[in-house]
């Protein structure tokens, strides 16, 4: 019990430096992406959408805005270059996942973690199981391991007659299944390999 209070308490304290660090860093380019989305199309620069966190608690998570205003009540799933409610930055943003990086600041004010399973919209946790519903006792985080299995998952979506079907069937079943074996075996080593594995994959992405 001893050693997972002091984990909690090193991963908080990695999530405030570096969080913090993280938007100063990134903070002009920030700027830069906002003003590229209010060119590109109507609306607000940010997107807040409803997730589930820790416990179940609802919370809102920060993401630019990627697709044409009231898009989410065509669909909760995006499909990718398939998907014509994206904008054309949105299109840029989504392939090198910048639009998650205003969740630096969910991190920094503590609904969310550097690393932990993907937070879900209601729709889907409420189709969790009991078993499947233990990956709700930790912060979700920006990034884990299921999104590094699923880093083409939009493209999957889009290829597919029934994207539903398949995220609901297989996807999502499969994403608990690894997040749930993460938290077997969490640590700060596990997470600091995630969050490199992460980076790689990105790296990997932009040299395509």
């Known amino acids: 019990m001893l050693l997972k209070n002091i984990f909690k308490m090193l991963k908080r304290l990695f999530d405030i430096i570096f969080s913090l660090f993280g938007l100063i860093l990134v903070f002009p380019f920030l700027l830069i992406i906002g003003i590229l989305i209010k060119m590109g199309s109507k609306g607000s620069v940010f997107y807040l959408q409803e997730r589930i966190g820790k416990n179940g608690k609802p919370f809102k998570i920060f993401k630019f805005r990627t697709m044409q205003v009231g898009s989410d009540k065509k669909g909760l799933l995006s499909l990718g270059k398939h998907d014509m409610r994206i904008t054309k930055i949105g299109h840029f943003l989504r392939k090198y996942k910048l639009d998650e990086l205003p969740q630096l600041i ?71 299944h690894l997040n749930k074996k993460y938290l077997n075996d969490v640590s700060l080593f596990s997470d600091i390999k995630i969050i490199f594995r992460t980076i790689l994959k990105l790296f990997g992405r932009s040299s395509n």
């Open 106 to 176: 969910n991190v920094f004010i503590g609904n969310m973690s550097f690393v932990g399973p993907r937070p879900e919209v209601k729709k889907y946790v409420d189709l969790y199981t009991k078993s499947q519903r233990e990956i709700l006792q930790v912060k979700p985080g920006i990034t884990d391991v299921a999104s590094l299995e699923y880093f083409e998952e939009e493209q999957v979506l889009g290829s597919s007659d029934n994207p539903e079907k398949i995220y609901v069937e297989e996807i999502m079943p499969n994403k608990i």
